[in-house]
Nanobody
Framework: QVQLAESGGGLVQAGGSLRLSCAAS????????MGWFRQAPGKEREFVGA????????DYTDSVKGRFTISRDNARNMVYLEMSTLKPEDTAVYYC???????????WGQGTQVVVSS
């Protein structure tokens, strides 16, 4: 099992920046990729982006490309989501996720709230 714990959410004004962190613990040797999902009020959960744990290759949903950056620190089992030029529509609960490479994200954190005020 892998446990994930997010931190760094909060309230920020539109146009501002915020960094989310995610600490992975447990059987981290089996992690193939980690990433982030988000769920806005009244909306379905959506994929934000992910990073391959060994190669560091990233993938993002179109709405955050050029504004969000995912990075990882393998030695510390940490993943980061750097968010800039934030918009009110980025307001959501952000979840850290991990996959063992089986095509689905098996592990989820409990989420951290991000609110972007206009």
């Amino acid at each position: 099992q892998v446990q994930l714990a997010e931190s760094g959410g909060g309230l920020v004004q539109a146009g501002g920046s915020l960094r989310l962190s995610c600490a992975a613990s447990g059987r981290t040797s089996g992690i193939y990729a980690m990433g982030w999902f988000r769920q806005a009020p009244g909306k379905e959960r959506e994929f934000v982006g992910a990073i391959n744990w060994s190669a560091g290759i990233t993938d993002y949903t179109d709405s955050v490309k050029g504004r969000f950056t995912i990075s990882r620190d393998n030695a510390r089992n940490m993943v980061y989501l750097e968010m800039s030029t934030l918009k009110p529509e980025d307001t959501a609960v952000y979840y850290c996720v991990a996959t063992s490479g089986n095509g689905k994200y098996d592990y989820w954190g409990q989420g951290t709230q991000v609110v972007v005020s206009s």
